[in-house]
Each structure stands twice: as C-alpha cells, then as structure tokens.
C-alpha cells in the first residue's frame, strides 16, 4: 500500500545559527505558525551532521516541505541529506529558509528578506521554482564519497579561507565580514598549489591562487566570485585565479564585490556542465562553507533537481 504524503512543514532549526539565534528566534517564529494556521513538525539539530540525517529519516517516513531555520551551513546539510537519500526522487521535496547565519549567500541570490512576515506568506503560498544543485566526487582516506552544494564551492586558497573562517566563528567571532577578514589574515601565509584542471577539452596545469565553482554567484557575505552564475541554468560556473603577486589580489578585492573580478587578466572564466581536478598533494575543497577533502576531485551539475520555496 503506497504511504499517504505528509503535507505538514517540518522545521530543521539550528540553535547556534546566527549568535544563537535559532534557539533564540523560535518561539516568536512559532506563535506566528500558529497564528497563521501553518501545520508542522520540528527538530532542533544537536550536532555538526545532525541535519542531513534528520532529513533522511523524515523524508522516509513522507515529509516533503523542510524549512530551515540557520544558515548556509544547515542548508548545505539538509541538501545533502535530500540528495543522498533513496527514499523519494529529489524533484519531489521542497526546500525553505528562515534565515539565521551570518552569510545567507543562497538567500542573496534570490533577493529574500530577513523579515518574518515574508517569510510566514511564503509558507502559506509556497511559490517555488525549481534549481540546479552540484555535485563533486571526492576522496577520503581511499574511499570514494560525494557532497553536494546548493550554492558554491571552491579550493585552494578559497577553501583554505572557508576553513579559517569557520574556526573563527567556532571562537564565537561571528560577523558578516568573517569571510572577508579571514581573506586578509590567510594571504600572508599562502601558497599556491600544483593543480592539473581538465574542463571543457581543454587542460590546464601549474601553480594556482583559487578556484571557484558557482551554482549561485554569492559567496563570503555577498562577494560575488562566480558573478555570471545562473543558479538554474544547467551549468557551473568556474572562476580560476592564476597565481599573482599578493598585493595584487589586496588591490583587487574591491573587484569581488562589485561584478568586475572577471577584469583582472589572470582571472579565466568558464561555463561547464562538469570538469575534473587533480593534484599530487591532497588538498581539501569546500561546499557551501563546509570543508570536504580530498583531491582528486569530479565536480558536475544536477539540473532542475530541487524544489525550493522562494
């Protein structure tokens, strides 16, 4: 007998997102649920992992509206949870956002507001439309894994930055210009890495800065690496940065903000539907400002894979 559809949202919210500000925030997002008549279920995450595993098991047993009260990082991992599940095809699940981080890059494409009221009206209508999610294979102590991202994704010295970030706001240093101070404090001790690049037929080999893969084109609190990326077109959008001289990436940041970093000339561009990495050394990577690892890397795009209500 096949299982009856839970129609009920269910609610993953993540206590520590944005300065406690999921545990802080709920109760007040719950008298709005209930004074507009909006069913649902919830769960508060306990652990980094927690979330991709809460939404695994409850799509086994038929929700299929999740909304996420976090940020970047909690919605990387219920989207990880939706596309590594058996359990319903991934064009069947809707995926929301009540934002509590500190980046809300994902929600800055799509021009969404950190406003209560626009968030309970999208609940009651559900607009939705339906987007790309990529995909990158990688290795792990010789096993081969996947991780996927609903947003961006990058290595080298963007990964190496992700990760300092990331331990900034574990001390509790928790500002929307992390990303960008971390930038700064990791260039001084940087150093390019050896990467062999195969994309679009064509092969790329030395010392590279970084590297960029958009699905959106937000990154960083609203620097834009990726900044031609359509988040439904079907392809990724990969910015490569050539090694070059420190200061020139100091001069340059202003670049990362206002659309124009495609101007600097050891800066390449590509769309692709999937491209490979490799490296003699390991290096780690990251998707959605979650530290993966490690090289080589298979990086593609899942088109028209997920629903979200936006």
Known sequence: MEQQINTKYFFIINPNAGNEGGSHEWP?????????SIEYDFAFTEHVGHAEKIVSQKISETYRKFIVVGGDGTLNEVTNGI???KFAPTTEIYLGLIQMGTGNDWARYYDMKPDYDEEMARLINCPSRIQDVGKMKYSLEGEQKSAYFINIAGLCFDSVVVKATNEMKQRGRRTKFAYLISLLKSLIKYKPWHLKININDE??????LSISIGNGKYSGGGMMQTPEAKIDDGYLHV????NMPKYKIIT???KLYNSKILDIKQVRSFKTKGFTIESKEPIFAETDGEIIGSTPYEISILPSSLNVIV
């Not at 007040?28 to 649920?33: E, F, T, Y």
């Not at 092969?203 to 590279?208: A, P, R, S």
């Open 28 to 36: 007040k997002i719950v008298n709005m649920l209930k004074s507009n």
């Open 83 to 85: 596309f590594k599940q």
């Open 252 to 254: 340059n940041v202003n």
């Open 203 to 208: 092969i790329l080999e030395g010392k590279f």
């Open 239 to 242: 910015t490569i940065y050539q």
